[in-house]
């Protein structure tokens, strides 16, 4: 194929996995929906407010209210729902209002319980350094902030992955991964085979939805950032990791005609391909800016001072990577037109001044649950896989995020998401070399809390 029309995945992965990274998950998951709203419980009382003052304070054993004042907390029966009691109590003579007795938490963070590979509870923030650690993007503080806005983990939002396609349905010799849930995907396309079936044939692109939207607190593996949100699978690349920019073109337009409100790129053109290489895809990213669809892409793996098509292309996110220190990642491509960085992990480039690199220590990897070989049925947290594809699906996530958190409105546009996620961003090498980093290090607790730079006031 000639360098106009192939793709090559941007990541680095050693297929020689350490077996002390890996995790024996053997069994698909049960009860996905249960485990989209395990951060946030839902509320067992109900309180209801009765129009006429009562006395003092009295408690009946039979109704299960503890009364005071015109006040009275109910209990949710066993086996009834909490929307039920509330329609219950709702229709009883006298009550002014009945509201669900809402849980608080604490104003830090959410902590899942999920167990890495050390099969501990909580034991995925020794692995996943990117999410939580000194320079990870402030997960835990983004899933408190749209958990208090009533999104859990970006419920309610679609986001597309354009890639080798995802292992998330059990079909023929394909299973899903055991840290996906069936309702975690809506209908995707398989524009390789040519069929409704986007299976991954690979492993890139379900780690990158691994990234995006794993399933969260269910003591399984690890973490997704936006776990909450919907996966659109859409299969672009093949088996090797290649696709026509034809083909990456019709995923773009099917993810916008079908849903979508945020496409993952985690691809890249080989070097000295340009727009007018591309004008098919160039056009379909286009028509997802004119339908208010975000797209986000890798700027690319061969450590150039050029960022790679397609996130290079006018409206599109481009996303370089950095390590666990706080550093340029030493493959990342830098240059005019860098969004934002986020973690892809890997060795720190050879930045002298920069306080946060060290070129001659070695860089953790970003973890996820994949493939742990070439058998399609077989997952686990492998290691080597580190890239500027491993970095974008933190900057998709986040976006997904800020949309579910309402902090932007109702229907934010692709401009007022990116300006909110740049205007975020922690700096980095000393104060921000826009080159090299862009606007800073994506920051999702900053991005989705409430106020700050275009935040839309609350009414009422």
């Known amino acids: 194929m000639s360098a106009s029309t192939t793709t090559t995945l941007t990541v680095r992965r050693r297929r020689a996995a350490s077996a002390r990274g890996l995790l024996a998950l053997a069994a698909c998951l049960a009860g996905g929906a249960q485990a989209a709203d395990a951060a946030t419980p839902l509320p067992r009382r109900v309180v209801v407010h009765y129009a006429a003052p009562s006395g003092a304070l009295a408690t009946s054993a039979a109704s299960g209210r503890e009364r005071s004042g015109a006040t009275a907390v109910v209990a949710v029966p066993a086996g009834q729902s909490l929307a039920a009691t509330l329609r219950r ?14 849980i608080a938490h604490t104003a830090g963070a959410v902590v899942p319980d999920d167990e890495g590979s050390a099969h501990t509870a909580g034991a995925w923030q020794e692995l996943q350094w990117n999410f939580s650690g000194p320079f ?26 354009l890639d080798t396609g995802v292992a998330y349905a059990n079909r023929g010799r394909f299973r899903i991964s055991p840290d996906f849930g069936r309702w975690q995907f809506v209908k995707g396309y398989d524009f390789v085979g040519h069929d409704p079936y986007p299976n991954d ?32 699978p ?50 379909a990213l286009r028509y997802a800016h004119r339908h208010r669809v975000l797209v986000v892409a890798a700027a690319g793996n061969e450590g150039h001072a050029a960022i790679a098509y397609p996130a290079h292309a006018p ?3 481009s996303v370089g990577a950095t390590t666990e220190r706080g550093c340029l990642a030493a493959y990342s491509n830098e240059g005019s037109g860098l ?65 579910a958190s309402g902090v932007l409105g109702a229907h934010p546009t692709p401009a007022q998401l990116t300006a909110r996620l740049r205007a975020t961003a922690r700096k980095l090498g000393g104060g921000g070399d826009e080159r090299l980093y862009g ?18 006031a609350a009414k009422g």
């Open 234 to 283: 859409v299969r672009v690349l093949d088996t090797a990791g290649e696709g026509e920019a034809s083909t990456i073109a019709e995923g773009v337009r099917f993810a916008v005609d079908h849903g979508a409100q945020v496409i993952n790129l985690s691809l890249e053109f080989t070097p000295g391909v340009t727009a007018s290489d591309i004008p098919e895809l160039i056009e």
């Open 136 to 161: 990870g993007i402030g997960a835990p503080e983004a899933w408190s902030n749209v958990a208090a806005a009533g999104a859990a983990g970006g419920r309610g939002v679609v986001i597309a992955v």
């Open 201 to 232: 044939r690979n492993g890139h692109g379900t780690f990158v939805t691994g990234t995006i939207a794993e399933a969260t607190n269910n003591v399984v593996g690890l973490t997704g950032l936006a776990f909450g949100a919907r996966v659109m």
């Open 89 to 102: 109590e709702r229709r009883r003579h006298g009550v002014e209002w009945a509201v669900p007795d809402y």
């Open 339 to 403: 969004t934002l960085v986020a973690p892809g992990g890997g060795p720190d480039a050879d930045l002298p001044g920069d306080p946060n690199c060290d070129p001659e220590k070695s860089g953790r990897d970003i973890f996820q649950v994949t493939f742990t070989g070439s058998s399609v049925q077989r997952f686990g947290i492998p290691t080597g896989y580190e890239g500027t594809s491993m970095a974008t699906p933190h900057v998709s996530a986040a976006a997904a995020l800020v949309i």
């Open 439 to 456: 606007a800073g290090l994506l920051d999702a607790g900053a991005a989705t809390a409430p106020g700050g730079p275009g935040a839309v």
């Open 315 to 317: 409206y599109v996110v």
